[in-house]
T-cell receptor, first 114, second 114 residues
Framework: AQSVTQLDSHVSVSEGTPVLLRCNYSSSYSPSLFWYVQHPNKGLQLLLKYTSAATLVKGINGFEAEFKKSETSFHLTKPSAHMSDAAEYFCVVSDLSSNYQLIWGAGTKLIIKP | DAGITQSPRYKITETGRQVTLMCHQTWSHSYMFWYRQDLGHGLRLIYYSAAADITDKGEVPDGYVVSRSKTENFPLTLESATRSQTSVYFC?????????????FGSGTRLTVV
């Protein structure tokens, strides 16, 4: 069965420093992977997705993620954090075994210090 | 307005009452979904629908009922609300190619059962 683990429930970085949000997944098939962002009291927005094309995926707002099959990871990064990046981030996996339904991680809250 | 809208945004109801959460999308997307979001659980799928008159259970369907008589509407009914159903509920829609297009979420309904 698939699963996704976000390794940190909270990440705190200073504005202007790099961001790393870690995600590991489990999948028996070729997975599709997503990152969604949720700003406070808002809905969820698709940040980026991997669907078996290039392993380095670029998303909106300067975020990117790299699919590493050998490490079963899909970590989200950004070179320089901005105050507006403060939000909760969800890593999501989907594959044939779930009939392509989305399996969600528990979320990582990103805190940006001024 | 184009998009996906949920109503109401906030609802307080008493234990045992029936309550219906509404979801409407204007894109004629094939797929629609209902999720609940609780602290520490990420998003959990309640029900989904692949087309009008086709619905299927997700991870946590007990206590909920859905219908989809029209493509654009996907109401979620709590037949007899319980305190454990206090949560934020998100509706989402997606075209048939869900993996390449991802899901578009509504703004959510915050339901409190007292």
């Amino acid at each position: 069965a698939q699963s996704v683990t976000q390794l940190d429930s909270h990440v705190s970085v200073s504005e202007g420093t790099p961001v790393l949000l870690r995600c590991n997944y489990s999948s028996s098939y070729s997975p599709s992977l997503f990152w969604y962002v949720q700003h406070p009291n808002k809905g969820l927005q698709l940040l980026l997705k991997y669907t078996s094309a290039a392993t380095l995926v670029k998303g909106i707002n300067g975020f990117e993620a790299e699919f590493k099959k050998s490490e079963t990871s899909f970590h989200l990064t950004k070179p320089s954090a901005h105050m507006s990046d403060a939000a909760e981030y969800f890593c999501v996996v989907s594959d044939l075994s779930s009939n392509y339904q989305l399996i969600w991680g528990a979320g990582t809250k990103l805190i940006i210090k001024p | 307005d184009a998009g996906i809208t949920q109503s109401p945004r906030y609802k307080i109801t008493e234990t045992g009452r029936q309550v219906t959460l509404m979801c409407h999308q204007t894109w004629s997307h094939s797929y629609m979904f209902w999720y609940r979001q609780d602290l520490g659980h990420g998003l959990r799928l309640i029900y989904y629908s692949a087309a009008a008159d086709i619905t299927d259970k997700g991870e946590v369907p007990d206590g909920y009922v859905v219908s989809r008589s029209k493509t654009e509407n996907f109401p979620l009914t709590l037949e007899s609300a319980t305190r454990s159903q206090t949560s934020v509920y998100f509706c989402a829609s997606s075209p048939r190619d869900t993996l390449n297009y991802g899901y578009t979420f509504g703004s959510g309904t915050r339901l409190t059962v007292v």
